[in-house]
């Protein structure tokens, strides 16, 4: 299902203050990922279960040495994510100073639409799981685009009278149209 979210509205204000947040603390990640790997680009991982202000690994393009431990063996480069060996005490305060007293948990925006947190499906007819922690959101300009999957708005617990629904084509028109705008 597809929806539309004005940002003026109590339901939109309150996501554009989490969208908001995540961003702040994505950002001093970002510069903290930059910092000690002295890339531009730099990516990091956030930690299974929160939206941002965590940090699990930072991204190198080349071997950082032996104060890092890779977090996962990957064949090529590019993609390596690496955290502090433990004794590199030093490194590791520097690694978590980024890491904010408020996290925003992955759960943040279905508890705010109501939604139960976690949410498992199991299609048995196609014999697949389909497990539901955040609906898709997408920031463009004045609104937020949302999309939602039918199974998992079908047990919304409060109905939302801000969200405005859309047609796929619709959604996909509004996307595009931010698109060309860049």
Known sequence: MFFKLNKTSTLGAALDAIMEKRSIQNDAIGKLAQEITGEQDAKFAIPRGYLSGKILAIQFKNDPGKDWVEMKKHNDFP?????????????????????????????????????????????????????????????????????????????????????????ESEYIKIEASKKMAV
């Open 79 to 167: 993609n390596r994510y690496f955290y502090p060996r433990s004794t590199s005490k030093k490194l590791w305060k520097q690694f978590l100073s980024a890491n904010s007293e408020d996290p925003l948990k992955d759960t943040a925006i279905a508890e705010l639409f109501h939604f139960p947190t976690n949410y498992v499906d199991v299609d048995e007819e196609n014999n697949h799981v389909y497990t539901y922690r955040s609906p898709s959101i997408r920031d463009i300009d004045d609104v937020f685009l949302i999309k939602i999957p039918i199974r998992w708005f079908a047990k919304l617990k409060q109905p939302q009278p801000d969200l405005i629904e859309i047609t």
